[in-house]
């Protein structure tokens, strides 16, 4: 039985490939939706992939991931820079025992300055940037690794 992972996306990301495509690229959410999931098959992991612009539905997803035990996978886009309600749910999925890895299809360290500061990557089991939507496949690499090493 694969073992389920969430792979959750924040706000604008809905808009993928309409968006700064020069920043972002060409490809939509359901393009990164098909891919994760083909790559969660290839891993043994059933992937779900949501996305949201209301930061209390992603923070409802951080509460169920932990109280699930479920991996997740995060791309928690603008909140990434302040929001500390999500960053204390996200905490809760690592207290639960799961990976949480956080992803940016951009390299945000080389863009505007607000965007330099994460309030998720200290409580995160790894961050990936910067490598579009092959993050996406590195980060549940990472979540098939860590979750094998347990079992």
Request: charged fraction near 20%; hydrophobic fraction near 40%.
């Amino acid at each position: 039985m694969a073992r389920h992972v969430l792979v959750v996306n924040g706000p604008n990301l809905g808009r993928l490939g309409v968006r700064q495509p020069d920043v972002y690229g060409h490809q939509d959410l359901e393009t990164l939706r098909k891919d994760c999931t083909q790559w969660g098959h290839e891993l043994g992991l059933d992937v779900e992939v949501r996305q949201t612009d209301d930061e209390a539905e992603m923070i409802h997803w951080m509460h169920e991931a932990a109280d699930g035990a479920i991996p997740v996978v995060m791309n928690p886009a603008a909140f990434t820079h302040y929001s500390y309600g999500l960053a204390d749910a996200a905490h809760m999925v690592g207290d639960a025992g799961v990976p949480l890895m956080e992803v940016h299809i951009s390299n945000p360290a080389a863009r505007d300055e607000f965007r330099k500061r994460s309030v998720i990557s200290p409580v995160a089991t790894g961050t990936i940037t910067g490598m579009g939507f092959f993050g996406y496949r590195l980060a549940l690499e990472a979540v098939a690794h860590i979750i094998g090493q347990e079992a």
